[in-house]
């Protein structure tokens, strides 16, 4: 009996590995995620050259999408979008990511390129360091900005990594499970375990915390980081004579929580254990605040993404992440 089930767990990790083959060109036996993406050298952090990772392809750039040259055509528009998972895209279905999107429809408009500088995870003061030292090389006349505020309830805050050798943000063991890989994809699990094992994680990250080290109301000092974080960037940008457009972050959460709600928003603070469930969704609000207010002062134009699609939960996978209709939404208010 032992056997036979060590058998089908090899045959399996085997099928899995070349199924990866086939239909991703993933090499056999590489240790692979979707961190292997994201690259760190001694001066930022971006997207790998030429990563794969199943149906997410990027560039000799890092960039995801189509290969680019460094300067843009002459005649072109070059439209650059940065932000995190969000503009990455890694919950719509292949090629209906917001840039992808936006990408389709501005042909009707004349020559356009696009290029979705997203990476995942990337903070505030990194996202400055990325623009600086690498993105803008590339010369954009547009630069679309789609900050996430959560990342500013972290413990600790975001701040700049120090430089390092260059080498791969997070490679997973050789031995990692693809064929585990594929069952997480497609086995569904049942909401009430969902949110048991949810609220188990939450628990053990919390334990032992006292009481003031939780966030119960919006950090004063989190939510200034925010908006110096974010006005430094639209600065720096316009700076290199880029136009910054800055988008208004949106939630799957409106006024009032359905039980599936409940359940997602429970899954997201687990991201940052801190924060209390309604000290994030207030984080939220302010953000929002001061999103327009930068855009005010420096007069940008914004994509009100949040008065347009906050609360409409047909528009988002989970918390932040979007369907492919969310990622039409955005693109069209871009």
Known sequence: MVLAALIALVTGEVTARIYDLLRYDMPMWTAQSMQTLVFRDSLTIRGLPEGRYKQFV????????????????????????????????????????????????????????????????????????????????????????????????????????????????????????RLWDHLHDRIVIPPAIQAWRTRRALARATAGRPASWFFTEVPRDR??????????????IRSTGAL????????????????????????????????????????????EATIHDIADRRRVPLADADHAMTGHSDYFVDSQHFTDQGAAVLAGLI
């Open 223 to 236: 939510m200034e980081a925010f908006g110096r974080d974010l006005d430094s960037l639209v600065q720096t």
């Open 58 to 177: 990027l560039d000799r750039y890092g960039f995801r999408g189509p290969e680019i040259d460094s300067l843009p055509t002459p005649g072109c528009t070059r439209v650059m979008a940065l932000g995190a998972s969000e503009t990455f895209g890694f919950t719509e279905s292949d090629g209906k990511n917001y840039t992808a999107q936006l990408a389709d429809s501005l042909r009707r408009h004349g020559c356009y390129e696009v290029i979705n500088a997203g990476i995942m995870g990337i903070t505030g003061p990194n996202l400055i360091r990325f623009w600086n030292l690498w993105a803008s090389r590339f010369r954009p006349s547009i630069v679309v900005v789609y900050p996430t505020p959560k990342f500013y309830l972290d413990d600790p805050a975001p701040s700049p990594l120090s430089p390092q050798r260059p080498h791969i943000l997070a490679r997973p063991p050789w031995w990692h499970s």
């Open 244 to 287: 910054p457009v800055v988008v208004a972050h949106a939630t799957r959460y409106g006024r009032t929580l359905s039980e599936n709600d409940q359940r997602i928003l429970l899954g997201w603070r687990l991201l940052t254990p801190r924060a209390t469930a309604e000290a994030t969704l207030a984080f939220e609000v302010g953000a």
